[in-house]
């Protein structure tokens, strides 16, 4: 991606209030949703040009490449807004766990009951 064709994307992202936007991180081959990080316009720009995920931490306040401590990595396949630009979808190949607690998938440790819904039920 050329600078200018990455102004262009970074234009077109909606940030919010603090920011940051949303990023829903999915392995390219499965669909299975790794994880959800945030993105600054840096860190997005890194993202778009490095072909690695860069996040923006909120709680250490500052910019981190996933696997540059952990060695799982994630190679960035492609990227895509949602259709308000306010919320970016990557995919990517995951080598390793993707959560920092060893989980394949952040949403893996945590699971909740839900009642289970069906088509024809009324909304």
Do not use: N
Not at 7 to 36: C, N, S, W
Not at 66 to 80: E, I, M, R
């Amino acid at each position: 991606m050329t600078g200018i064709q990455t102004d262009e994307v970074l234009a077109r992202a909606t940030f919010g209030a603090d920011g940051l936007l949303p990023a829903v991180i999915q392995q390219h081959d499965t669909g299975e949703v790794l994880m959800l990080g945030y993105m600054d316009a840096e860190a997005l720009r890194r993202t778009l040009t490095e072909g690695r995920t860069t996040f923006w931490s909120r709680s250490r306040q500052e910019y981190w490449r996933k696997g540059d401590t952990s060695g799982h990595v994630q190679y960035v396949k492609s990227a895509a807004f949602d259709c308000d630009a306010d919320t970016l979808l990557v995919q990517v190949d995951q080598i390793g766990p993707a959560c920092h607690t060893g989980a394949r998938r952040c949403f893996d440790v945590d699971p909740l009951e839900v009642v289970v819904g069906g088509a024809g039920e009324p909304s």
